[in-house]
C-alpha cells in the first residue's frame, strides 16, 4: 500500500494541493481550485474529502467541497447566515471535521455546523448569545473566528479562538460557553485591564496531541501554554526573539513539541525577524526554545506567515511545512531539521494543512 501525502494550500486567489509519497522529496503542484475565490482555510478528512472555507465581502461566504483529490469542486452557502437584522456574512474563516459533522468559523465571529458534508448549515448560537459579544472588537483581519480546535476523543468539547474577543469553550456541543482568557495579556488595554476576562486579540490557539487538556496560544501580546483546557495561561515567550506572531502548528504524536514562526512585532513590519527565515520549535513544552534555519532564506527576507499558514503531517519522522505571505512554501520531513522549498510564486498562503492517505 502507497502513501500519499498531500499539503493542501489556501491563498488569496483559489487552493492548491501539493502531493508527494513518504519520502517527501519531490512533490506535484496542482489548482488554483475553487474558481480562484479568496480561500482562507483548506482540510481534508481521512476518507479523502476536502474542504475549503472562503469568501470575501464581494462573493460573501462559501465552503468549497471536493469528494476527493482529483475531483471536481461545488460550493455552498446554504445556512451560512445570522437571523434578521444581523450583519451579514463575509467569509467563512475556518473549518474542523469530527464525527461525521463539519464546523466552520466565520466574520462576523460565529460558528457553523453541517451535517451534509458542507451541502448546508445550522448556526450555533450561544456562542453569539454569550454576554461579552458586544464587547467584541475587529482586529486587523477583521472580527473573524480563525481558531477551531474539537477533541477528538469528545466532540462536545470545542474551543474556539476570535480576534479580538479571546478564547472561549464549550463542553455541551456548541449550547453554551465560557471565555477561558485567565492569564493572558492585552497590552493595548490601560494597566489595569490589561488581564481582562475577554477581549484578548488571539492570533492562532492549537490542541497538543494525547487525551489531555494542553493547548498552545500565540496570542498578540505573547505565547501561551495551558494545561487545563485553557482555564488559565501561563506565558512561554522567554527565548524567543519576539512575543508576537501568528501561525503554531503542534506535533502530532509528542505533547510537548510545538512550532511557531515569529515576527519582529506588531508596529515593526510583522516580518521574520532582521529578514532571516526561522522556525522555532519547543521540545518541552516551551521552557525552552531552538532556532531551525538550515535551508531557510537568511538574506533580505522580508516575510510572514499569516495565523493558519503553519501545519504538521503524521508520519514518522513528522513533516513540517508553511507559506508565506509572497507566496513560497516549505517542507520539512524531518520535524524541522532541514528544509527546501517545495513551491514558489502562489499567491498570498493564508493557510497550510496536511492529508496523509494509504491507496
Request: hydrophobic content about 40%; some cysteine.
Amino acid at each position: 500500500m502507497a502513501t500519499r501525502v498531500l499539503v493542501l494550500v489556501g491563498t488569496r486567489k483559489g487552493a492548491f494541493i501539493l502531493e508527494s509519497d513518504a519520502a517527501r522529496r519531490d512533490w506535484s503542484l496542482a489548482g488554483p481550485f475553487c474558481e480562484a475565490w479568496p480561500v482562507n482555510h483548506v482540510i481534508g478528512t481521512p476518507d479523502g474529502r476536502l474542504h475549503a472555507a472562503g469568501g470575501n465581502e464581494w462573493f460573501g461566504p462559501a465552503v468549497w467541497t471536493c469528494e476527493a483529490p482529483g475531483a471536481a469542486w461545488t460550493h455552498a452557502s446554504a445556512g451560512l447566515a445570522y437571523g434578521e437584522g444581523e450583519a451579514p456574512i463575509r467569509a467563512a474563516w475556518s473549518l474542523a471535521a469530527a464525527n461525521g459533522h463539519l464546523y466552520a468559523g466565520v466574520e462576523p465571529a460565529g460558528l457553523f455546523r453541517s451535517a451534509d458534508n458542507g451541502r448546508s448549515w445550522t448556526h450555533l448560537a450561544g456562542l453569539r448569545a454569550h454576554p461579552s459579544r458586544k464587547d467584541w472588537q475587529p482586529g486587523a483581519g477583521g472580527l473573524i473566528l480563525h481558531s477551531l480546535v474539537i477533541d477528538p476523543a469528545d466532540d462536545r468539547r470545542i474551543w474556539v479562538a476570535i480576534s479580538a474577543g479571546g478564547v472561549f469553550h464549550s463542553g455541551d456541543g456548541g449550547l453554551t460557553w465560557e471565555a477561558r482568557n485567565r492569564g493572558t495579556r492585552a497590552d493595548f488595554n490601560p494597566e489595569d485591564r490589561r488581564y481582562p476576562e475577554h477581549g484578548q486579540c488571539v492570533h492562532c490557539l492549537v490542541k497538543a496531541p494525547g487525551a489531555g487538556e494542553v493547548l498552545y496560544q500565540q496570542n498578540h501580546c505573547g505565547m501561551y501554554r495551558s494545561d487545563d483546557g485553557g482555564r488559565s495561561w501561563q506565558s512561554i515567550e522567554a527565548g524567543l526573539p519576539s512575543s508576537f506572531g501568528f501561525p503554531a502548528a503542534a506535533h502530532p504524536r509528542d505533547p510537548a513539541t510545538l512550532y511557531l514562526v515569529p515576527l519582529n512585532g506588531d508596529t515593526a513590519g510583522r516580518y521574520v525577524p532582521d529578514g532571516k527565515v526561522a522556525v522555532w520549535r519547543t521540545r518541552d513544552g516551551g521552557r525552552t526554545w531552538q532556532d531551525l534555519r538550515a535551508g531557510l532564506p537568511q538574506r533580505n527576507a522580508f516575510v510572514n506567515v499569516l495565523r493558519q499558514a503553519l501545519a504538521t503531517d503524521r508520519l514518522e519522522p513528522a513533516g513540517v511545512y508553511f507559506g508565506t505571505g509572497s507566496g513560497a512554501l516549505y517542507a520539512s520531513a524531518d520535524e524541522g531539521e532541514t528544509w527546501s522549498c517545495i513551491a514558489e510564486h502562489l499567491p498570498t498562503v493564508t493557510s497550510v494543512e496536511t492529508l496523509v492517505l494509504e491507496r
